[in-house]
């Protein structure tokens, strides 16, 4: 490093650049890109989005011979190619909280501010730029998951469903609209929290915690509630059928989609009244 | 250039920052000095609109930082606290800063460079030490080309080739027109580089003049004058508004009068002198001066009984 002591002249710059959306956007791509934890958290939603339903159809099918009529009722093809996503969205729901939360623990958001001081260009970029990529990659994944188990549970006629039934694709699509709204709405609470630890459980909480704790309830209050809690919501956007205590995709994806609306505008408030 | 007026900081009940009204001048080095605590890296937090301040105003090259189009243009800031991901390399760091401008990537590959980080560029900053990411940082004030350069406690944890470097630096950007705002709470090291002084303790502005002007003022004028007839030249000299001290025998300190004065009444007497010395204080000492009773954590004085 001898060298730099005598050349301390800062190099002229030619031409002035200034801050668009556009801009802001090239720069979220960088920095999610160039952390080894993002690149791994999607190679393992990619994963887990394809295998667990390959596996899934193979001990099906290994085991078909040996179920009973009940249990062989239980298994739904379509089912099987979106078991992935239950565990996925494990993977991206923690990436959405780690990509605002990362700045915050680091102090990364120190320098992100001071190079958008509006504030909210980063916001919107980190949610497009994070939702963009997980539709992108989980879209692929769901139709090679479906596709896939599909072939392997070949030998059973019953176990056979085509993509062209009705609402059967619609709910492959779901699987991935599912996953790219969940991100963006770990993202919002990240935002709000500011906290890794503290971001993790909420989402944890809402998703993994109170659904189960419904049941507790009596049965007409449970009916009343569950089915307009985010993670009801958000299921019956990629389920076939609905019962009378779920949602209709469409209805369960306008609700998801608004609790993914409330939650950034929390955000939003959150990132431009506060101190950095 | 970065003008303060009034500006105040609560948190919670702590004020941090106290009615500061200062303004740093292009052309120049301008040191932001005070003890630890007492506000510096607020006044810079709330320069850069990362704190909204309770009250007052903060405008750079003439707007709020945040209402400039090109912000990284503007003030390049290098905070105390690090603001760079652990997991990003410091290549990839400088390259999201530089695309929100539309930078391209060659500006990047010049500053890694201009800082001397080129080996280590493609390392991820959470391996870095103090000192390089402190040229890390120093690489990302100045992405943008900016008018105003601000510093925060920029030395720590240089080695002393580094610690030369940045004074190059400083005076350099100063020298091109940039308005360079720099903190320290060492005035030797202001002393080096400063040529303006703004002067803080518990948040508020105890001092904002050049260096000269406030080493005279510390030092009032004291002149040590030695000679063998020392008690006859002190009744010479004695006046309304002369303070002299009898340090000891043919020791004389002499306040109120030039250096020429009391050689001139000396001389008329034919009264010899063997020394005869205007004393300055360090710029150290004339600190210490300044913000003995704003010091943010005081260290505990031993008494006699106890040191026993």
């Avoid at chain 1, 040996?66 to 099987?80: C, F, K, W, Y």
């Avoid at chain 2, 510390?218 to 508004?241: M, Q």
Wanted: with cysteine.
């Amino acid at each position: 490093m001898s060298a730099v002591t005598d050349a301390v002249a800062v190099p002229p710059l030619p031409a002035h650049g200034r801050v668009t959306q556009a801009r802001v956007v090239r720069s979220e791509w960088t920095k999610l890109f160039s952390l080894r934890s993002t690149r791994w958290s999607l190679l393992v939603a990619v994963l887990l989005t394809i295998g667990l339903p390959l596996l899934f159809a193979a001990v099906t099918s290994s085991h078909w011979g040996g179920m009973s009529p009940h249990e062989r009722a239980d298994r739904h093809p379509l089912d099987i190619a979106l078991a992935g996503v239950n565990l996925s969205q494990l993977a991206i729901g923690v990436l959405g909280v780690l990509v605002i939360t990362g700045e915050y623990s680091t102090g990364m958001i120190r320098a992100s501010l001071t190079a958008v001081p509006k504030r909210l260009p980063v916001l919107w970029a980190k949610v497009g730029v994070f939702a963009f990529v997980t539709f992108a990659l989980m879209l692929p994944s769901v139709f090679i998951a479906f596709f896939a188990s599909q072939a392997i549970l070949s030998k059973h006629d019953i176990l056979q469903i085509s993509i062209a039934h009705g609402g059967v694709a619609r709910a492959v699509v779901g699987g991935a609209v599912y996953l790219m709204l969940l991100g963006v709405f770990t993202l919002a609470l990240g935002a709000i929290v500011r906290n890794t630890a503290g971001g993790i459980a909420v989402f944890a909480a809402i998703f993994f915690v109170i659904p189960p704790l419904l049941d507790i309830l009596p049965s007409s209050w449970n009916d009343a509630i569950s089915p307009y809690i985010p993670d009801s919501a958000g299921r019956s956007i990629f389920s076939l059928t609905h019962g009378a205590h779920s949602l209709a995709p469409g209805p369960g994806l306008a609700l998801f989609a608004g609790y993914c609306a409330l939650a950034l505008v929390l955000a939003a408030i959150v990132l431009v009244r506060r101190d950095a | 250039m970065i003008e303060a007026a009034g500006l105040t900081k609560d948190y919670g009940r702590k004020r941090a920052v106290d009615g500061l009204s200062f303004t740093v001048q292009p052309g120049v080095v301008t040191g932001f000095l005070g003890p630890n605590g007492s506000g510096k890296s607020t006044t810079m937090r709330l320069i850069l609109g990362l704190d909204a301040p309770t009250s007052g105003d903060v405008l750079v090259n003439g707007k709020h930082y945040r209402d400039h189009a090109a912000p990284l243009h503007e003030v390049g800031a290098l905070l105390e606290a690090r603001s760079v991901h652990t997991g990003r390399s410091a290549y990839n760091h400088l390259l999201a800063l530089a695309q929100t401008h539309g930078l391209p990537r060659r500006r990047v590959d010049e500053l890694v460079d201009l800082v001397g980080l080129h080996d280590v560029a493609r390392k991820r900053a959470g391996q870095f030490s103090l000192g390089m990411g402190q040229r890390l940082g120093i690489a990302a004030a100045l992405l943008g080309d900016p008018h105003t350069i601000m510093l925060d406690e920029p030395v720590n944890g240089l080695d002393p080739e580094g610690i030369q470097w940045i004074r190059h630096l400083l005076k350099e950007l100063a020298g091109q027109g940039r308005a360079v705002f720099v903190s320290s709470h060492l005035m030797s090291e202001m002393a080096l580089t400063a040529d303006h002084l703004i002067v803080i303790g518990r948040g508020k502005l105890i001092a904002d003049a050049s260096v000269e002007e406030l080493v005279r003022q510390a030092s009032g004028d004291v002149v040590r004058v030695r000679s063998p007839r020392a008690a006859e030249l002190r009744d010479r000299v004695a006046d309304a508004g002369v303070t002299v001290v009898s340090l000891a025998p043919g020791l004389l300190e002499v306040q109120g009068l030039t250096a020429e004065q009391i050689g001139e009444t000396a001389a008329a007497n034919g009264i010899a002198l063997h020394e005869l010395t205007p004393q300055r204080v360090s710029l150290e000492q004339a600190f210490m001066e300044m913000t003995r009773d704003d010091v943010e954590f005081r260290t505990g004085e031993l008494t006699g009984s106890e040191a026993a």
